[in-house]
């Protein structure tokens, strides 16, 4: 019987995954998929605090990736909105078009900016969050006691990205919180940091990570974005957006256009608190 609030499950649009160069097969149950460990030491997500609350009652609202794409366009909020939100720049001074089958030239493209996405990119569903590691504990004495506190800056590029959030849910267990999301039943979800480049160059270790799923540069790489690593697209970000620290989670198997809500146990201890509490020093005692 469907649970109140989960989304009903849709065939997998892809049997296989290739994942940093290793091939998956997508079963029935549940494929865990995690990126790079990060040393993360806590998580924030930054809201309405009733709409905090849910995520501790275990409900957890995934949206479609075009949601951000769309509050930049209709609130002029690049922070919180990103105009381009799965897509990728590229600065060209020439090139060839050749048929991929007969390699017969199609065309020759003067100098240019094109912007590039892949097919359904935008309806994944993705949940996003922000990060912190050491650099953002002021007072350590072990891994289960430390102080936190948020540098200014951080907290009013906080404040200017979300400007509707007034509380902070701290997850002072992120690996915990991390499972629990992957182990969200009939799903296949890959989470990771977002990686951050400066989009008005031509940044090869971006390109290379949207191609092989690597950051190290490899000569004489053939590059080939795919559909089925198209998830890729939605890990990276400009430089611009650095200081939110974010953190994702992508649901590969299905594709929405509205928001939906997702059932899962939340496990982690917590703090909820209003934002501006953030600023100051917050005793950590697990």
Not at 29 to 52: A, C, D, P, Q, V
Not at 92 to 97: D, L, Q, S
Not at 104 to 121: N, R
Not at 185 to 199: A, G, P, R, V
């Amino acid at each position: 019987m469907e649970k109140p609030g989960f989304p009903t499950p849709c065939k997998h649009r892809f049997p296989q995954l290739h994942i940093h160069g290793q091939l998956y097969t997508v079963p029935q149950r549940l494929l865990l998929l995690k990126g790079e460990n990060t040393n993360m030491r806590f998580m924030i997500k930054y809201g309405k605090e009733s709409h905090l609350q849910q995520i501790i009652d275990g409900k957890i609202r995934f949206s479609p990736s075009q949601t951000y794409i769309k509050i930049e366009e209709t609130q002029h909020n690049k922070g919180q909105g990103d105009l381009l939100e799965g897509k990728m720049k590229l600065r060209i001074e020439r090139a060839r078009i050749h048929d991929p089958d007969t390699d017969k030239l199609i065309g020759i493209l003067p100098p240019c900016t094109m912007l590039f996405s892949i097919q359904d990119v935008n309806n994944m569903p993705v949940f996003c969050l922000s990060q912190y590691n050491d650099d953002d504990i002021t007072s350590y004495i072990d891994e289960r006691n430390f102080s936190i506190a948020l540098a200014n800056e951080k907290t009013e590029c906080i404040k200017t990205d979300f400007p509707d959030a007034t509380h902070a849910l701290i997850i002072l267990e992120p690996d915990k919180f991390v499972n629990d999301i992957l182990h969200i039943q009939q799903h296949c979800i890959f989470s990771d940091k977002i990686k951050y480049y400066e989009y008005d160059i031509n940044p090869l270790q971006m390109y290379m990570y949207l191609a092989t799923g690597q950051t190290e540069l490899q000569k004489n790489t053939p590059l080939s974005m795919t559909y089925e690593n198209r998830y890729r697209h939605l890990l990276c970000k400009d430089m611009s957006f650095s200081k939110q620290q974010e953190y994702r989670f992508i649901v590969l198997d299905e594709l929405i256009t509205e928001a939906s809500f997702y059932t899962f146990s939340f496990t982690s201890k917590y703090l909820l608190v209003p934002i501006e509490e953030l600023s100051s020093l917050l005793d950590i005692c697990l």
